[in-house]
């Protein structure tokens, strides 16, 4: 099976500008979630879609959103983009089956200037 | 919220060292999920061990689950170059969320 694939790999945005980022889950992955990842940080959890309704949310302000589609495939999309919001975003499906287990795309690398 | 606190941070050791990580909480989780994550890529599942006083082995990798289901343990035996990289653990709470630790950066230096 092909793996979580994520687009863009590298972003480069501009303070108040918004941004989209695109993943595609496992085939047969229902489960979708975003994580953001800093130094500072670590892995913070940004939500979860699950046939296309939110399932679960992070502590993230409203300027962060995302959706899912029928077909699984979920895009993320920051408002308003900050410098504090540069990261590297990470998407990872789930079968989600007795355990909660995450499968990781490569990641979006987002850089706000 | 949980907290996942996981020790040490960093770790540089030479080659065929052993060596243990550590993830504890104060929090009961239903499964710890432990991850290795190299540097321009995402986090890799290793293991997922669900039952108190769980042992798994994975080749030189061994991973424990705590009796209590709050901590957990990875031990390396004969560390290798290719080891080298961010480990993570990761713990699901009856709400099916994940709990991502800060991680434990090792360096294994041939």
């Known amino acids: 099976k092909a793996g979580v694939t994520q687009t863009p790999r590298y972003l480069i945005k501009t303070r108040g500008q918004q941004v989209t980022l695109s993943c595609s889950p496992i085939?047969?992955?229902?489960?979708v979630s975003w994580y953001q990842q800093t130094p500072g940080q670590g892995l913070q959890f940004l939500f979860e879609?699950?046939?296309?309704?939110?399932?679960n949310k992070g502590n993230f302000p409203g300027r962060f959103s995302g959706r899912q589609f029928s077909n699984s495939r979920s895009e993320m999309n920051v408002s308003t983009l900050e410098l504090g919001d540069s990261a590297l975003y990470l998407c990872?499906?789930?079968?989600?089956?007795?355990?909660?287990?995450?499968?990781f795309g490569p990641g979006t690398r987002l850089t706000v200037t | 919220t949980q907290l996942l606190e996981q020790s040490p941070q960093f770790l540089s050791i030479q080659e065929g060292e052993n060596l243990t990580v550590y993830c504890n909480s104060s929090?009961?989780?239903?499964?710890l999920q432990w991850y290795r994550q190299e540097p321009g890529e995402g986090p890799v599942l290793l293991v997922t061990?669900?039952?108190?006083?769980e042992v798994k082995k994975l080749k030189r990798l061994t991973f424990q689950f705590g009796d209590a289901r709050k901590d957990s343990s990875l031990h390396i035996t004969a560390a290798q170059p290719g080891d080298t990289g961010l480990y993570l653990c990761?713990?699901?709470?009856?709400?099916?969320?994940?709990?991502f630790g800060e991680g434990t950066q090792l360096t294994v230096n041939p």
């Open positions: 061990v669900v039952t108190g006083g």
């Open positions: 990761a713990g699901e709470t009856s709400g099916s969320r994940l709990t």
């Open positions: 085939s047969g992955h229902r489960s």
């Open positions: 879609y699950f046939s296309e309704t939110q399932r």
């Open positions: 929090s009961v989780f239903s499964s």
């Open positions: 990872a499906s789930s079968p989600r089956t007795v355990t909660y287990e995450q499968y």
